[in-house]
């Protein structure tokens, strides 16, 4: 074991230190460190000063994002997937003659890849999806027209939409995997900051909630979206309708709920893995 | 109200969303949900894909007479059956195989003129 000496008095015989004794002190310089601790029984993690404020921060941002930054890398995957059809119907289209068989074959191959990226989503990444979808209410005669001026409108309000989803799975593929490193990272210090006779239980009871945690942060998150974006449903309470405002408050409602089932799963995660420990440190078959 | 509420939830949650109207098409013009835009009422057709978080949805934006727009896209009941009577119906249209190869050609943000071709 590193930093380990023979237990024993200082100076007795047995324990023999190497003095220069050309040197003022007549005994061994103890290691850097703050006054009144011991450094060979201080680990890495103990020398870590962890606010608990930080780690709860980390730790409920994580239950709420990690969910939604899984979703955002399928987005990003599927941009990438999509560049490889749009070159094959440029090829297409650079030949000029499409025949029928060629043309159903890219549709088809393109329904498949939006059916196939979807399935790996999670709950909250499928209902945001079905959210954005249009035409649940088609627009009456003329509605479109009034609240967006002209078929230019709309296409512009296509392109708005889809700046402000870009963005906001930007930020989720940065912020995300960053979020998801701390909460490893402090999560494991907790454990290596516990007692040795109690660091087995601290793993079992941290590193459960963390799990629970991101589970149930994934669970609120779909079940904010459902709740809040349901009272954006045309003609039901908000007078303003749309897409647009249904996948804001599924968004909302997402944030709301990833955080507060997060939180509650994390606590419960916590009792859980103490709980199941518990059980199997102390049974016994008889 | 509230009760409405708790309905449209539980559709939502049990994956009961109410679809788009379906859209027909013959030689009277296209019928969308309930109404009826005769073919010589058509001004403009513009394609062009939604963003759907992952993936995306094809749209068709229809101008009428009177400045009316509609909008159909592709989980309309008959949005094949409309492609393929636009080319069949309104003459100068683009053919609906080359449009739909345009669209999933396009790049994000692009639309394609189907009538009147540019």
């Known amino acids: 074991m590193a930093n380990a000496r023979p237990a024993g008095v200082t100076g007795t015989p047995g324990q023999r230190h190497d003095v220069d004794d050309g040197t003022m002190i007549r005994a061994q310089s103890p290691k850097p460190g703050p006054i009144g601790l011991d450094p ?32 955002a890398f399928w987005r990003s995957a599927y941009g990438r997937a999509d560049k490889v059809l749009q070159a094959q119907a440029n090829e297409l289209l650079k030949r000029g003659n499409i025949t029928r068989v060629e043309y159903e074959a890219l549709v088809n191959a393109r329904n498949d890849l939006v059916t196939e990226f979807r399935k790996p989503l999670s709950p909250f990444g499928k209902a945001y999806s079905e959210i954005l979808k249009p035409g649940t209410k088609l627009p009456q005669p003329g509605e479109l027209l009034t609240r967006k001026g002209s078929i230019e409108a709309v296409l512009e309000s296509v392109g708005k939409s889809r700046a402000s989803v870009n963005r906001l799975s930007m930020v989720f593929r940065v912020a995300g995997p960053a979020l998801i490193v701390l909460d490893i990272t402090i999560t494991t210090v907790v454990v290596m900051r516990a007692p040795a006779e109690q660091r087995a239980r601290t793993a079992a009871r941290e590193y459960t909630g963390l799990g629970v945690g991101v589970a149930g942060g994934a669970g609120g998150a779909w079940a904010g979206c459902a709740t809040l974006a349901t009272l954006g449903s045309p003609s039901l309470v908000v007078p303003i309708v749309g897409e647009v405002t249904e996948g804001g408050l599924c968004l909302v409602g997402g944030l709301l709920g990833g955080f507060g089932v997060g939180w509650l799963g994390r606590e419960a995660g916590k009792k859980a893995g103490e709980a199941v420990y518990d059980f199997v440190t102390t049974f016994r078959w008889e | ?66 400045d009316r727009v509609f ?43 189907i009538y009147p071709l540019a």
């Not at chain 2, 013959?26 to 394609?47: H, K, T, Y």
């Not at chain 2, 909008?71 to 100068?92: K, M, N, Q, V, Y």
């Not at chain 2, 449009?99 to 003129?113: D, E, F, I």
């Open chain 2, 71 to 113: 909008e159909i896209t592709e989980a309309s009941p008959g949005w094949e059956a409309a492609g393929d009577a636009i080319e069949r119906f309104l003459p100068g249209s683009m053919a609906h195989a080359e449009w739909m190869v345009r669209l999933v050609a396009a790049t994000p943000g692009q639309s394609v003129a």
């Open chain 1, 40 to 71: 060979a029984s201080r680990g890495l993690s103990e020398q870590v000063l962890l606010s608990p404020a930080f780690q709860n921060t980390v730790q409920l941002s994580n239950d709420l994002t990690a969910p939604m930054t899984w979703d």
């Open chain 2, 1 to 66: 109200m509230i009760s409405r509420y708790f309905e449209r939830l539980a559709a939502r949650v049990q994956g009961r969303r109410p679809g788009p109207p379906a859209v027909s098409a013959d030689a009277a013009g296209l019928g969308i949900g309930g109404n009826l835009l005769a073919w010589s009422e058509v001004r403009r057709l513009e394609a062009y894909k939604r963003d759907a978080y992952v993936g995306d949805v094809l749209c068709l934006a229809i101008l009428g007479a009177g």
